[in-house]
């Protein structure tokens, strides 16, 4: 009798997801950085090299929205909608708690307090629908290849040490920010 392979959970494999897409948002982030301003700069709230609010809207498109992912008018409206949203609950929040601003698009086109503009607002319908449809599912199939040749063990035990090293890392960066 063949013994079957013990895999990561749906939440510990959002989890991965979270990080990963953080992570090449961090790396998106920071190679605009490098080609508009010359130089390197840490583009992210945290120490490390992860932006969380690309992780968490990757979490959003694949939690939520994924289910419209066939109808790509519909995903686009409401993508664009929440997406804007949860673009100025973020820059309020930072804002009012460490009085700082990661993003600014006063001198974009129809712009709210600077903190969203209807330019990105249009950019994250389109992206969503581009993420749901190409860039999420080559990432997870590559991502599941690689599950498949590293054991259950140490796939849990690096999601966990990385788990904590992001909560050290966002408690390390708030005080930074508060200090």
Same mark, same amino acid.
Request: proline share 2%.
């Given at each position: 009798? !063949?013994?079957?392979?013990? !895999?990561?959970?749906k939440w510990e494999i959002y989890c991965?997801?979270?990080?990963?897409?953080?992570?090449?948002?961090?790396?998106?982030?920071?190679?605009?950085?490098?080609?508009?301003?010359?130089?390197?700069?840490? !583009?992210?709230?945290?120490?490390?090299?992860?932006?969380?609010?690309?992780?968490?809207?990757?979490?959003?498109?694949?939690?939520?929205?994924?289910?419209?992912?066939?109808?790509?008018?519909?995903?686009?409206?409401?993508?664009?909608?929440?997406?804007?949203?949860?673009?100025?609950?973020?820059?309020?929040? @930072?804002?009012?708690?460490?009085?700082?601003?990661?993003?600014?698009?006063?001198?974009?086109?129809?712009? @709210?307090?600077?903190?969203?503009?209807?330019?990105?607002?249009?950019?994250?319908?389109?992206?969503?629908?581009?993420?749901?449809?190409?860039?999420?599912?080559?990432?997870?199939?590559?991502?599941?290849?690689? @599950?498949s040749k590293i054991p259950y063990t140490?796939?849990?035990?690096?999601?966990?040490?990385?788990?904590?090293?992001?909560?050290?890392?966002?408690?390390?960066?708030?005080?930074?920010?508060?200090?």
């Amino acid at each position: 009798m !063949r013994e079957e392979k013990i !895999r990561l959970s749906k939440w510990e494999i959002y989890c991965l997801y979270f990080f990963i897409y953080a992570f090449l948002g961090w790396l998106l982030e920071t190679l605009y950085s490098l080609f508009v301003l010359g130089h390197f700069t840490n !583009r992210g709230f945290l120490y490390g090299p992860i932006c969380p609010i690309y992780g968490y809207g990757a979490l959003i498109l694949l939690i939520f929205l994924r289910k419209y992912k066939k109808n790509s008018i519909q995903l686009f409206v409401i993508a664009a909608i929440i997406f804007t949203v949860f673009e100025y609950l973020v820059s309020f929040g @930072l804002d009012a708690l460490f009085a700082m601003h990661w993003w600014d698009y006063t001198q974009d086109f129809m712009n @709210l307090n600077g903190r969203v503009s209807i330019f990105y607002t249009f950019a994250w319908g389109f992206i969503a629908i581009f993420f749901l449809n190409h860039i999420h599912p080559f990432f997870k199939k590559k991502i599941n290849l690689l @599950l498949s040749k590293i054991p259950y063990t140490v796939q849990s035990i690096s999601l966990k040490m990385i788990f904590v090293i992001f909560i050290v890392d966002t408690i390390l960066s708030c005080i930074r920010y508060v200090m």
